[in-house]
C-alpha cells in the first residue's frame, strides 16, 4: 500500500452515462497525476496538478473529460458521456516536487462501459 | 517511433537465473529513470528510479542507464517466481510526466 487510494476500486457503467472517479494523494505529496491503462499498453498520461493548479493536459483528454484538485488535496477525474472506448484502468499518481518526484501509484479504478 | 520501446516478451527464465530486461528511449532530453512492476489486475510499483549513467544496485535489483546510447536495462538476480509480472520502463523528462513503454512480461519457471 502506497498510500495514496483511488474510489470507486471498479465502476460498471452504461454508454452515455456519467461518472467520477476520485484520489487521494500521500498527504505531503504536492503533484497529483492521472493516467489511463487499457490491457497490453503501458499507462498513458491524461493530466496533472502541482497543488491545486492543472498544469498539463493530454491531446487524449477529450473534451468529455474534466479533471479538479480543489483544495490542492483530493483529485476528482470526471467522463461525462462516456463511450465503450472509455472503458480501462483510470490509475492516480501522487509525489512530492522537488525531491525525486518519483511517482507513487493508487490501486486504480477498473471502468468498464457497457 | 515510440517514445519508450521494451520488447513485449514474454520473457521467461529458470528459477535462479538473471532476467535482464531492456528499454529505449527516444528524448535525449529524459532526466529520470524508473522500473515499475505491475502484476496481473493491479496497478504498477514502483521497483527504482536511475538518474546519473551507470549502475545502481537495490537488492537483487540492478538499473544501468546508458544515456548515449538512449538505454536503460534492469537486471534481476536469483529470479523466483513471485517475480513473475510485467515490468514497465518509464522515462520523464522536465515536465514531470512519466512516458511507459508497453512492459515487459516476465516468467520465472520452478
Not at chain 1, 468529455?64 to 483529485?75: D, L, M, N, V
Not at chain 1, 516536487?97 to 507513487?104: K, L, N
Not at chain 2, 534481476?76 to 518509464?90: E, G, K, V
Request: aromatic share 10%.
Amino acid at each position: 500500500d502506497t498510500g495514496v487510494s483511488q474510489d470507486p476500486r471498479h465502476k460498471i457503467t452504461k454508454r452515455g452515462q456519467n461518472v467520477t472517479f476520485r484520489c487521494d494523494p500521500i498527504s505531503e505529496h504536492n503533484r497529483l497525476y492521472w493516467y489511463r491503462q487499457t490491457l497490453g499498453q503501458g499507462p498513458e498520461f491524461l493530466t496533472y496538478f502541482q497543488n491545486e493548479a492543472q498544469l498539463e493536459k493530454s491531446r487524449l483528454l477529450s473534451d468529455r473529460f474534466s479533471a479538479e484538485r480543489p483544495k490542492g488535496s483530493f483529485s476528482t477525474l470526471e467522463i461525462q458521456r462516456t463511450e465503450q472506448g472509455d472503458s480501462a484502468m483510470y490509475l492516480c499518481a501522487t509525489s512530492l516536487v522537488g525531491s525525486t518526484d518519483t511517482q507513487y501509484f493508487g490501486p486504480g479504478t477498473r471502468l468498464t462501459v457497457l | 517511433q515510440k517514445e519508450v520501446e521494451q520488447n513485449s516478451g514474454p520473457l521467461s527464465v529458470p528459477e535462479g537465473a538473471i532476467a535482464s530486461l531492456n528499454c529505449t528511449y527516444s528524448d535525449r532530453g529524459s532526466q529520470s529513470f524508473f522500473w515499475y512492476r505491475q502484476y496481473s489486475g493491479k496497478s504498477p510499483e514502483l521497483i527504482m528510479f536511475i538518474y546519473s549513467n551507470g549502475d545502481k544496485e537495490d537488492g537483487r535489483f540492478t538499473a544501468q542507464l546508458n544515456k548515449a546510447s538512449q538505454y536503460v536495462s534492469l537486471l534481476i538476480r536469483d529470479s523466483q517466481p513471485s517475480d513473475s509480472a510485467t515490468y514497465l520502463c518509464a522515462v520523464n523528462g522536465n515536465t514531470g510526466k512519466l512516458i511507459f513503454g508497453q512492459g515487459t512480461t516476465l516468467q520465472v519457471k520452478p
